[in-house]
């Protein structure tokens, strides 16, 4: 069954300027800007501005242009955050949600940046 995107979602409403986002980070393809309910003292959600439902879909369907600058931007801001390991940062960890076992809230993909504190297992017992 293919994916049918919801254009009244927050994410695509934020594309669309009609809700205000705190960006951290803007290109061509991709936005990425402050979780608004955050997790830990970095969290920032990465969002291509093509239309795609989850990852599977955006690795399905997007473009190598589009796939790889969401890639590089997320590499770009666990660098401006200082949590790269390399850098002699404490790390960070990347979630995405797909669908109802996935718990996604908002359905327009997007990849969650956490960091700034330890942040125990990821997955906790049901
Ligand atoms: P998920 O459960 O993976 O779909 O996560 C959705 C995330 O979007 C949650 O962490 C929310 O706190 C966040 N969120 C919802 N509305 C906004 C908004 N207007 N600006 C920034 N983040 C938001």
Redesign the pocket.
């Known amino acids: 069954m293919p994916y049918e995107y919801d254009d009244q979602n ?1 994410f695509a409403k ?1 594309l669309r300027r009609e ?1 205000p ?1 705190n960006t951290v980070m803007e290109t061509d393809y991709t936005l990425a ?5 955050p ?1 830990a003292p970095d969290h920032i ?1 990465v969002i291509p501005k093509g239309f795609y439902v989850n990852y599977d879909h955006f690795a399905a369907e997007a473009t190598d242009a589009e796939v790889v600058d969401f890639t590089r931007v997320i590499g770009a801001i666990s660098h401006a955050i200082k949590a790269t390991p390399a850098s002699g940062g404490n790390g960070y960890r990347l ?1 995405t ?1 797909a669908g109802h076992d996935g ?4 359905p327009h993909m ?1 990849m ?1 940046i956490i960091a700034g504190r330890r942040l125990g297992r990821m997955i906790q017992p049901a």
């Open positions: 927050i934020i809700i986002n800007f402050h979780d608004i309910n997790a959600l979630i949600n718990v996604q809230d908002v997007h969650h």
